[in-house]
C-alpha cells in the first residue's frame, strides 16, 4: 500500500528513485526526512519512497511531510528469549518477500536505511539487488545496522567509535529549519509567541514528545530558584503528564505546554536548555547553538549517555545521571549558567563546534552517487 501525503500514489518522476526505510520512532524518522529533502534539493527530479509500518509514527509523519509510504510488516526483535522468538524467521520471511515486491514496483536505485525495525527487511531485500547505504545516529549502533553494514557500499555514522567498520562520520542529518535558524532574529516573536519575558534569561524545557517525569519534577521544584534569580521558564511537560507551575510575582513568567509544535520558535526563545540526550535531541540543540543540560533516560544501553558525551567534553554542555537530577541540582547548574552571559556564548560555540550541519547534503550525495552508479545514468 502507497500512502501519499493526501492519502493518495504519488505521480512518477523519471529521477533516480531512492527508498528510505527509517521507521518506527523519530529518531529514526527524522534524519531519514532530512535526507529526503536534501536528496530533493539535490536532484529535483528524483522519487523518493519511504518503507513503513502500521504501528510507527510513520503512519501520520511521512505523508504529511509529502512523501509517498509503503507499508511492510514489521519485524521486532524479541529482547528475551520466548515464543516470539521461535516466529521471527517466519516474520521476516514475510518482511522480506513484500519489500522486494516494493523496491521492483517503485523501481528502487538505492535503499538508505537508518535503524529499525523497518530498515532490516529493507536490508535483507535488497542485498545483491539494489545498493545499500547505512545511517546510524547513535553512539551505540542498533542490531538492524550491523546487519545492515556487512551487505552496504557505504556506511555514515553520527560520531567516532560507532563500531562499524569502515564507517564515515558525517554526523546526523537535520531539517533546513534548524539548520538556518536564526535565533537572534527569531527571539523576540519567539517570546511574544510563548508569552515569556522579552528580555529576562529564559530556560527551554523537554523531555521528548510523551515528557519525562523526573526532568518534570525537579525543574518544577527548582521553580522558585529560578525566579529568584530573574529566569524564565519554557516547559514542556508531556501529553501524558500534568503540571501546574505558579509564575512568582513580579518575575519572569514560568509558562507550561503539553506539546512543542514549534520547536524553531522554543529554540529560538531559549538561552539554555535541560532535555534527554537522545541522538536527533543532541544534534538540534548543538546546530542550534544552545548550552545544555543532558539527563540521559536511564534505560537500555545507556546509548543517550553517549550520545552527549562529544558535547559535554568539548564543553557545550553538562551531563546529570537521572537518579541525581533534582531540585537543587538544577539549582546548582542552571542558575550559574543562565546568569552568566560570558559562559553562554562561550558553551554555545563549543556546542556548535561539535556538529555536522552539512551532514545531510553529505549523505544526499552518498546516495545519489550509489543510485546512479545502479542505474547507469549519469549524475
Known amino acids: 500500500m502507497t500512502v501519499g501525503p493526501t492519502g493518495g500514489s504519488q505521480p512518477t518522476r523519471k529521477g ?43 503512519k501520520t509523519i511521512i505523508p504529511a511531510r509529502g512523501y509517498p509510504l509503503e507499508m511492510i510488516p514489521p519485524v521486532p526483535m524479541p529482547r528475551k528469549p520466548n515464543f516470539d522468538l521461535l516466529k521471527l524467521p517466519l516474520r521476516v520471511r514475510s518482511a522480506v518477500k513484500t519489500t522486494r515486491d516494493v523496491l521492483d514496483r517503485v523501481g528502487a536505485d538505492v535503499v538508505v536505511g537508518f535503524g529499525g525495525y523497518v530498515a532490516l527487511p529493507a536490508y535483507l531485500a535488497a542485498r545483491g539487488r539494489v545498493p545499500i547505504i547505512v545511517h546510524d545516529s547513535n553512539a551505540k549502533v542498533g542490531l538492524a545496522n550491523k546487519v545492515g553494514a556487512r551487505f552496504a557500499e557505504r556506511v555514515a555514522v553520527a560520531v567516532e567509535d560507532s563500531g562499524l567498520p569502515d564507517a564515515e562520520v558525517i554526523g546526523i542529518p537535520l531539517r533546513e529549519s534548524i539548520i538556518n535558524l536564526d535565533r537572534a ?49 519554557l516547559h514542556a511537560h508531556g501529553p501524558k503528564h500534568t503540571l501546574a507551575v505558579q509564575s512568582v510575582p513580579g518575575r519572569p513568567p514560568y509558562v507550561t505546554v503539553s506539546y512543542l509544535e514549534r520547536m524553531d520558535l522554543a529554540y529560538a526563545a531559549a538561552d539554555a536548555v535541560v532535555c534527554r540526550a537522545g541522538a536527533m535531541t543532541v544534534a538540534e540543540v548543538s546546530a542550534v547553538g544552545l548550552p545544555a543540560v543532558y539527563v540521559p533516560l536511564p534505560i537500555g544501553n545507556g546509548e543517550q549517555a553517549h550520545n552527549a558525551k562529544p558535547v559535554v567534553r568539548n ?22 549558567i543562565l546568569t552568566d552571559h560570558r559562559r553562554q556564548v562561550d558553551m554555545a560555540t563549543a556546542a556548535r563546534g561539535t556538529g555536522h550541519r552539512e551532514a545531510a547534503d553529505v549523505l544526499a550525495r552518498m546516495v545519489l552517487d550509489a543510485a546512479f552508479k545502479h542505474s547507469g545514468r549519469s549524475s
Not at 189 to 203: K, N, S, V, Y
Not at 319 to 336: G, I, Q, R
Open 16 to 58: 533516480p528513485c531512492v527508498v528510505v526505510a527509517g521507521g518506527g520512532t523519530a529518531g529514526h524518522i527524522e534524519p531519514a526526512l532530512a535526507l529526503a529533502d536534501a536528496v530533493r534539493r539535490l536532484r529535483p527530479d528524483a522519487r523518493v519512497v519511504a518503507l513503513g509500518t502500521e504501528r510507527g509514527l510513520e
Open 185 to 233: 532574529a527569531l527571539r523576540a516573536r519567539a517570546r511574544e509567541f510563548f508569552g515569556l519575558d522579552p528580555h529576562a534569561p529564559t530556560l527551554l524545557v523537554f523531555g521528548g514528545s510523551q515528557g519525562a517525569r523526573t526532568i518534570n519534577n525537579a525543574v518544577s521544584g527548582a521553580a522558585r530558584d529560578l525566579a529568584d534569580a530573574g529566569i524564565g521558564v
Open 315 to 336: 564543553g557545550g554542555a553538562l551531563l546529570v545521571d537521572d537518579a541525581d537530577f533534582t531540585p537543587s541540582k538544577v539549582a546548582e547548574l542552571v542558575v550559574p
